[in-house]
């Protein structure tokens, strides 16, 4: 029986164990960093998203959102959505004088509250609309006050159409293409 042998020589030995190596050390941080960029993108797709439902700007919706990067040993990120409730300052709310007006979604009408006022508590650094608590037993005609807010963050989330797919989709299509950015990185010796 008759038998063929190959061989390879040592040189290219070496550089395939290197190339090997370098995609096992490299691989676990070139798949972080992908993860991590698809976290980001579908952080910025959902604020996109969110500000042209809401009257809100992105700065705002972006300070209610935080991302949770991936670790190497973890390999998962997650996008978390702050759930209290935003004053009605960051809606845009303006005092007039039949009281306080707003709007919480772009493309509806003002709302108002009759008796709002607007109003800054200097201990607590805090600006924001106010009306009489009736229902307080403390209630003498004038005080206490109880805050008015509009809607957070998960609520806005939710009352938008398709936004949750939407939101996956980009991330996972923002990870794959930073995940072919980072390969070649890797071929080209950078990581």
Known sequence: MSGVTIQIEPGSLAEVRA????????????????????????????????????????????????????????????????????????????QTAKGVSFRIWKGQPLERYRHAFIWTLIKERYTGVFEPNVDSPRFNGFGPYRRKSGPGVPTIYEKTPGLAGKVEQIAAEKMMGELKRQVGLIDRGFL
Do not use: C, W
């Not at 960029?37 to 972006?62: C, H, P, S, W, Y």
């Not at 390999?75 to 303006?94: C, D, N, Q, T």
């Open 19 to 94: 190339l090997m190596t370098a995609y096992r050390n490299s691989s676990r941080k070139a798949i972080q960093r992908s993860i991590n960029f698809g976290a980001k993108q579908g952080q910025k797709t959902g604020v996109d998203e969110m500000a042209k439902k809401a009257n809100l700007t992105k700065k705002t919706i972006r300070e209610h959102t935080k991302v949770y990067p991936t670790s190497i040993s973890a390999l998962s990120a997650k996008v978390v959505l702050k759930g209290e409730p935003i004053s009605l300052i960051e809606y845009k709310a303006r």
